[in-house]
């Protein structure tokens, strides 16, 4: 068993907690979550020199550098699978081995300024996608291999969640490290 310090670097703001629908007050804070992650991840990495980006979250985890190319990954995906939910019926999404992707050479040294586009980009066309739905389309499904049927309220949870999450990763590290 894992100490609870342990368990408090990894999940830094808590794991996400999703009941079955939300409303429309809630939905909103979301997508607003979701629009404004770009501007939260930038403030957490910036001015970090390449040693920084270099060090690692806690014990054992991921780089700062590997955490932003991550988000870049994990909310590409997102994009895909919010849109395929959008134009099929319960769509089977495909699941990815982020751990492997997280090794691949550029998430492990390349330059973060590209990821943070990335995360840019897909963050504004989700928040002006999402914005524009009924509030119907919330209740859409997909079919995930490993998690079972999702709507696309639980979609946004988690994908609101999981950019809090990283970000929140990187301002506890720098928090302790005393870097800002
Ligand atoms: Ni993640």
């Avoid at 980006?53 to 932003?68: A, F, H, I, M, S």
């Avoid at 991550?70 to 495909?94: C, F, G, Q, Y």
């Amino acid at each position: 068993m894992e100490s609870a310090a342990a368990e408090d670097l990894r999940y830094p703001i808590g794991k996400l907690k999703f009941e079955d629908k939300i409303g429309y007050a809630e939905r909103e804070r979301l997508i607003g979550e979701i629009a404004e992650m770009p501007a939260r991840l930038r403030d957490a990495v910036d001015g970090l020199s390449d040693a920084r980006l270099d060090t690692p979250y806690r014990d054992g985890g991921w780089t700062v550098r590997q955490v932003v190319h991550h988000l870049a990954d994990s909310h590409l995906n997102a994009d895909i699978r919010i849109r395929l939910m959008l134009t099929e019926n319960n769509p089977t999404v495909k699941p990815y081995d982020q751990a492997l992707w997280a090794k691949l050479h550029d998430a492990l040294t390349a330059p973060i300024e590209p990821s943070l586009n990335v995360v840019s980009g897909v963050q504004e066309r989700l928040a002006l996608l999402l914005r524009s739905l009924e509030a119907a389309d919330f209740e859409r499904t997909c079919y995930h291999p490993e998690n079972g049927v999702m709507t696309l309220d639980h979609m946004v949870a988690i994908y609101a969640w999981h950019g809090r999450h990283h970000v929140a990763h990187i301002n506890s590290l720098a928090r302790r490290m005393g870097w800002k």
